[in-house]
């Protein structure tokens, strides 16, 4: 079976088990302000909606039949989107309730010989066209579910304001002031709230050191700095906001982010240069605490943690076979193997059996990965980008995914 016929045989499949998902809390705070401004036009966009309800809801094929060419806008449609000849990709890249949201490259700006900072480039889908536009404005950028409204923060780290981005137009709907500099955003799994992290300097920092093998050396994210402050809970509605100090315990890294836990009650880092994917949980007044009963065996390493049913933890890589990767998947209450899946990394769950994870090409002898749709129970992966190479330019670091629900 080819490429083309997985896919094709993935959307049947999508198309008979999944709904579409309910939109986002903080798109749907930035359109009723956007409809405040419309009210006058009301009437006819109730009107131009129905029919492009009707023209979205019918396919229209070519003459072959093969080629799905309804509005790429259509972002809640719950098919698989695919494009295995593009990398990075310009077209949508989406699947069940998982889609490529954005992706960046980052580029190390040497500051002195031996100190640099790293600066991300973002590429953003407009989801009324379903392309992928880069946008040079923003140095981190955090997708709220619903794939309609972005966190941005200006170029310069630590960022004394957070915007509210409408992805569709480009333009910032609202600023958020802050008391302190942030550097990294995250959205709680139902958009009312971010959490920002706060730094007293850059979070991005490099230092020239010794390479693994004798006789080189590269950049390496700077260690031996202390520059985290603590964290922010934001509401996305009304703009506040409640800071908490919590510094960093280790510093083998300089950027260490914040995020939600499932439930958003907690949030939590990654304990650097701990155990692999080790945790720290904290309240929303940063004091330490325990982690949630169905989170205490997740890795901060492994993007997709908990299957939609909170039943499953994606894990990390396990075993390597015939040139494919493995990952293993957990009971997240126990922390015991349930399965193994293919996948070098999980990235995002599609639904409570599927997921999108990076996989090496077949045959390929370097780890070339390449985006795929894997299910747990089979040995398929269903190609859904192209092979991602490292770039030509010394410096710059190749393209990473950025996956929110739609």
Do not use: C
């Not at 094709?8 to 998902?21: D, I, S, T, V, Y």
């Not at 939600?260 to 929303?284: N, P």
């Not at 997921?355 to 398929?380: M, Q």
Request: proline fraction near 6%; glycine fraction near 10%.
């Amino acid at each position: 079976m080819n490429a083309e016929e997985l896919v094709r045989e993935a959307l049947r499949e999508q198309a008979a088990e999944q709904g579409p998902p309910a939109p986002g809390f903080a798109d749907r705070v930035l359109a009723v302000r956007r409809r405040r401004r419309a009210r006058r036009l009301v009437s006819a966009a109730v009107v131009a909606a129905a029919v492009v309800a009707v023209v979205a809801g019918v396919p229209l094929l070519d003459e072959g039949g093969k080629h799905d060419v309804r509005p790429a806008g259509v972002l809640n449609s719950g098919d698989v989107k695919a494009h295995p000849d593009q990398s990075p990709p310009r077209d949508l890249i989406a699947a069940g309730r998982s889609a490529l949201a954005a992706y960046y490259t980052t580029g190390i700006v040497r500051r002195s010989a031996e100190r640099a900072v790293g600066l991300r480039t973002y590429w953003l889908l407009n989801p009324g066209t379903g392309r992928y536009e880069k946008d040079t404005r923003w140095s981190y950028v955090a997708v709220a579910p619903g794939l309609r409204t972005a966190a941005v923060l200006e170029r310069t780290l630590p960022a004394a304001r957070i915007g509210l981005l409408d992805l569709a137009t480009g333009e910032v709907e609202r600023w958020i002031p802050v008391d302190r500099g942030v550097g990294g955003l995250a959205f709680s799994s139902d958009g009312r709230k971010l959490v920002a992290t706060t730094y007293d300097d850059s979070p991005d920092q490099y230092e020239w050191r010794v390479g693994p093998k004798p006789g080189t050396s590269t950049w390496f994210p700077r260690s031996g700095v202390r520059i985290r402050t603590g964290f922010e809970v934001v509401d996305v509605a009304s703009g506040k906001g409640s800071w908490a100090g919590v510094s960093a315990d280790r510093v083998e890294n300089s950027r260490e982010d914040f995020a939600f836990s499932r439930d958003g009650a907690l949030v939590f880092a990654m304990i650097v240069g701990g155990r692999d994917g080790m945790e720290q949980f904290y309240d929303l007044r940063g004091r330490e605490a325990a982690a949630p009963a169905n989170e205490r065996y997740l890795r901060s390493d492994v993007g997709a943690r908990l299957s939609p049913d909170g039943r499953l933890a994606a894990w990390g890589l396990v075993r390597e076979r015939h040139g494919a990767s493995y990952s293993a998947i957990r009971d997240p209450l126990t922390g015991r193997r349930l399965a193994e899946v293919r996948g070098a990394e999980l990235l995002a769950w599609v639904d409570d059996k599927r997921l999108i994870a990076w996989e090496r090409v077949p045959g390929s002898t370097s780890y070339r990965p390449r985006l795929v749709l894997v299910t747990i129970g089979s040995d398929n992966a269903v190609p859904l980008s192209g092979v991602r190479e490292q770039p030509a330019e010394m410096f710059r670091q190749p393209w990473t995914p950025v996956f929110a629900e739609r």
